[in-house]
């Protein structure tokens, strides 16, 4: 694997590692650009509210410094980049641009695990309701009209209890969005590492049919991700298995 934009570090509290073995295991595996996508810290207006799987906000300076003092020492190995998984929440998103800004970083990717601002929805995985299916879908599209997103990570983290005529629609209008934007979307091979619910066919499928560029994501919670070449060779097959169109040169915009 050649690049991968999907990399967590410890600071979410549910990965593992230090942050130099995930730039030493990526160079093991070949790689010529990795980068640092961690859950953004969030600026929440409700003080109270804990936000379980991200960084502190305090934690924003450090791990901006941590990532660019890596990006200098291993600059002759590997090209490293600083950058944010990061929800599209209507209501927060431009103070949220601007606490971000404070450490330039190089890139996002959306990872919209939310629907509405988080602290007013459910998980995405057990959001229920059509409805509220439709709503995340739109404002998935909305997220990614603002141009600040280099792709769609996991598009398909919605759970599996919509009738599957609402899946087709909903699924071909992200994808059809998503093209005219000309943002790709993201095979997760965590969620193919774990056997989740993603990525999920129905939606590849679809992203065949409207021409999609896709890329993979290892999404990597722990350094021995970078390892995994199976995987890689399992999301490799799928890929042919569709006639998806793979992205297989590095791009940052
Ligand atoms: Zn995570
Ligand atoms: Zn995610």
Do not use: W
């Amino acid at each position: 694997m050649l690049f991968n934009y999907h990399t967590h570090t410890k600071r979410c509290r549910h990965a593992n590692g230090e942050d130099r073995e995930y730039v030493e295991n990526a160079i093991q595996a070949g790689m010529q650009i990795l980068g640092f996508s961690d859950h953004a810290p969030y600026l929440f207006p409700n003080t109270e509210y804990y936000s379980s799987f991200r960084m502190f906000t305090d934690e924003l300076e450090n791990y901006a410094e941590s990532v660019r003092a890596l990006q200098k020492e291993y600059a002759n190995d590997i090209r490293i980049l600083l950058g944010f998984e990061l929800e599209y929440y209507p209501a927060l998103y431009e103070e949220e641009k601007k606490f971000l800004s404070k450490v330039k970083p190089d890139y996002c990717i959306m990872g919209q695990h939310f629907a509405g601002n988080e602290i007013d929805s459910a998980y995405v995985p057990y959001m229920q309701g059509t409805d509220n299916f439709i709503g995340y879908i739109s404002q998935i599209l909305e997220g990614l009209k603002t141009g600040d997103f280099l792709y769609l990570a996991h598009p398909d983290l919605a759970g599996y209890n919509y009738p599957e005529e609402v899946f087709q629609r909903e699924y071909r209008r992200l994808c059809e969005g998503a093209k005219a934007l000309n943002i790709p979307l993201e095979i997760n091979l965590l969620g193919l590492r774990t056997k989740r619910h993603y990525p999920d066919k129905k939606l590849f499928k679809i992203a065949a049919e409207v021409g999609n560029q896709v890329i993979l994501g290892v999404d990597a919670h722990d350094p021995q991700h970078f390892l995994d070449t199976e995987i890689e060779k399992e999301a490799l097959k799928m890929v042919d298995e569709l006639g998806l169109q793979l992205i297989t040169t590095p791009r940052l915009k």
